[in-house]
Nanobody
Framework: QVQLVESGGGEVPAGGSLRLSCVVSGVSIRRDTVDWYRQTPVKQRELVAVIGGITGFDTHYADSVRGRFTVSKDNSANTAYLEMTNLIPEDTGVYYC?????WGRGTQVTVSS
């Protein structure tokens, strides 16, 4: 049974930073792709970042976060990360990590202006 558990969300002022973690069990992230989505009041569900490949160098970002967010992973810990910097109020939403058809429950990020 695949489980993904996100953590690290919270409330920060604009310009702040957060680091989200996604601990995965039931499947190895070593060779599989991990996606980060967010659900926001404005854009609904949006694919924010993707990380794939054994080395984790295969990354992709939405235009809205490129240059501010960094996705990474630790294969030995079976954990993916989303480092978010220079946060803006439009980044407010629930962030999910996803592998294939399996979704975590999400973690709330709130950026105050």
């Amino acid at each position: 049974q695949v489980q993904l558990v996100e953590s690290g969300g919270g409330e920060v002022p604009a310009g702040g930073s957060l680091r989200l973690s996604c601990v995965v069990s039931g499947v190895s992230i070593r060779r599989d792709t991990v996606d980060w989505y967010r659900q926001t009041p404005v854009k609904q569900r949006e694919l924010v970042a993707v990380i794939g490949g054994i080395t984790g160098f295969d990354t992709h970002y939405a235009d809205s976060v490129r240059g501010r967010f960094t996705v990474s992973k630790d294969n030995s810990a079976n954990t993916a990360y989303l480092e978010m910097t220079n946060l803006i109020p439009e980044d407010t939403g629930v962030y999910y990590c996803v592998m294939g058809k399996d979704w975590g429950r999400g973690t709330q990020v709130t950026v105050s202006s």
